[in-house]
């Protein structure tokens, strides 16, 4: 049974962690082990609770949380749903505040009025990440979380098996990451690099991936080219916001390609040209 504890601020200490603490604090946490992040919305915390991440503390509106046997005999799904989900999470601590002090929380409009803390896990390497998969992603220095949490969710919709990203990038644990990307950062395998660019590359064709860098080049082959669709193993590396790739980066791929454009519209945004890529570069 979960315990239900009314709250009327935010500024106790077990709740700094939602409302007070910087990403970077929340990650740091309980060095040298794996620090915390905060899960937003049913679905996001679902999904994280799906994939094993262990729940710390809820946070929620009053009138979403009832006891078990009230939420049965209310009319809302929501609150049915969130009584589901907080079962699943044991005899965690359940904070609940009227909807006027969880909006001093950033975004909180975003989160459904339900938040919840969860331990980080110690990330696999990647070549436990790369076990049997056929399409990963790359990401090479892209800091936006917006554009990771939309890579993630465009790689786990279109049969990507795994992510890998640079030490460089942007969290995907980070709350936007999570919540932008609905959750699915939970579904897809993913973990760092251990080597920056461009040296990564040559650890990617270790591993049995042929490397294909998304570049506005002229000496690049078609995003349809039947060479890349016979390919087995297919790393599909996409660079940092407005710089792109690295020159060297690119240049130590097997294949570069291009998006073609139209309108005398130069590039995609990097989340929008993920999306595209694969789709069209997905295992058939």
């Known amino acids: 049974m979960h315990q239900i504890i009314e709250i009327d601020n935010l500024d106790a200490e077990e709740l700094r ?27 996001v915390v679902e999904r994280a609770l799906d994939a094993g991440y262990e729940p710390i503390s809820v946070l929620a509106e009053r009138e979403l949380v009832s006891e078990t046997a009230e939420a049965e ?20 601590p359940v904070y609940t505040a009227d909807a006027s002090v969880l909006s001093r929380i950033t975004g909180y409009h975003l989160t459904q009025g339900f938040l919840c803390a969860m ?22 220095d892209v800091v936006n979380p917006t554009n990771v949490g939309a890579i993630f969710r465009s790689a786990a919709a279109l ?7 640079t030490r460089v990038c942007c969290d995907p644990l980070y709350r936007r990451a999570i919540r932008v ?47 890349l669709a016979a390919e087995e193993r297919l790393a599909v590396i996409l660079g940092t916001e407005g710089e792109g790739l690295r020159a060297e980066t690119i240049e130590a ?11 005398g519209v130069d590039s995609l945004n990097v989340a929008a040209a993920s999306a595209v890529a694969f789709w069209e570069l997905r295992k058939h």
Do not use: N
């Open 181 to 227: 990307s609905m959750g699915t950062i939970f579904q897809i395998p993913w973990t760092y690099l251990d080597t920056s660019a461009p040296d990564y590359v040559q650890e990617l064709k270790h591993m049995g991936f042929a490397a294909v860098a998304m570049a506005l080049r002229e000496d690049t082959v078609s995003i349809d080219d039947p060479r």
């Open 253 to 263: 791929c097997d294949y570069t390609v291009k998006i073609p454009m139209a309108h």
């Open 17 to 43: 962690i939602y409302a007070c603490t910087s990403e970077v604090q929340l990650l740091r946490r309980y060095e040298p082990e794996p620090g915390i992040f905060i899960a937003e919305s049913p679905r």
């Open 73 to 92: 005999q209310d009319g809302r799904e929501s609150v049915r749903r969130i009584s589901r989900i907080l079962d699943r999470c044991g005899g965690i």
């Open 159 to 165: 049969g990507f098996d795994a992510v890998l990203l």
């Open 119 to 140: 331990r980080r896990r110690k990330l696999p390497t990647a070549e436990t990440v790369c076990s049997g998969a056929a399409r990963i992603a790359v990401l090479e």
